[in-house]
T-cell receptor, first 113, second 113 residues
Framework: KAGVTQTPRYLIKTRGQQVTLSCSPISGHRSVSWYQQTPGQGLQFLFEYFSETQRNKGNFPGRFSGRQFSNSRSEMNVSTLELGDSALYLC????????????FGPGTRLLVL | QQQVKQSPQSLIVQKGGISIINCAYENTAFDYFPWYQQFPGKGPALLIAIRPDVSEKKEGRFTISFNKSAKQFSLHIMDSQPGDSATYFCAASKPGGGNKLTFGTGTQLKVEL
């Protein structure tokens, strides 16, 4: 069974630009969560989508947004990039109601210059 | 507000020794406590998890000890091996929170020969 895939794996952007990251969950998983990982702040929850609806949101500014498609694939978008947005962005998918089935993808490494 | 505090930040253990990582939480609503293992360049992988109705859970060389009254839980790695060298994160989630995880700050474990 294929794992969670994230594209692209690496990305370099400049301040002020926007970026879109993609996540394909494990087949059958309808819940997709996004996390930001930085050396200073660790792993922080961004948001969770289930059945194309956002049902949880972390404490991030409105520049961070996401969506989920009918096939459960998800995208997150960051607009007006700041240097502090440089991070590893992780996507995790899981079966509904089965937290122990939450699997993470390898992440997208974003560098903002 | 850091809801899950993890210690130590780094740990060096000799091969065959016991690695112990501790976490403390503040929110008594948390009811699911997983531990994740992360290797460089990879996403976190679920190692073992526990719910508050048991005080200990063992899977192979990995054991979680849980103290509900103290609001603390710990990971014990028995017979530590060089291949266990990784970063370990504790986490917690609560009912109604979907799959949102609140993570500890991580512990870098190095197992020396």
């Amino acid at each position: 069974k294929a794992g969670v895939t994230q594209t692209p794996r690496y990305l370099i952007k400049t301040r002020g630009q926007q970026v879109t990251l993609s996540c394909s969950p494990i087949s059958g998983h309808r819940s997709v969560s996004w996390y930001q990982q930085t050396p200073g702040q660790g792993l922080q929850f961004l948001f969770e989508y289930f059945s194309e609806t956002q049902r949880n949101k972390g404490n991030f500014p409105g520049r961070f947004s996401g969506r989920q498609f009918s096939n459960s694939r998800s995208e997150m978008n960051v607009s007006t990039l700041e240097l502090g947005d440089s991070a590893l962005y992780l996507c995790a998918s899981s079966l509904e109601g089965r937290q122990e089935t939450q699997y993470f993808g390898p992440g997208t490494r974003l560098l903002v210059l | 507000q850091q809801q899950v505090k993890q210690s130590p930040q780094s740990l060096i253990v000799q091969k065959g020794g016991i690695s112990i990582i501790n976490c403390a939480y503040e929110n008594t609503a948390f009811d699911y406590f997983p531990w994740y293992q992360q290797f460089p360049g990879k996403g976190p992988a679920l190692l073992i998890a526990i719910r508050p109705d048991v005080s200990e859970k063992k899977e192979g060389r990995f054991t979680i000890s849980f103290n509900k009254s103290a609001k603390q839980f710990s990971l014990h790695i028995m017979d530590s091996q060089p291949g266990d060298s990784a970063t370990y994160f504790c986490a917690a989630s609560k009912p109604g929170g979907g799959n949102k995880l609140t993570f500890g700050t991580g512990t870098q474990l190095k197992v020396e020969l």
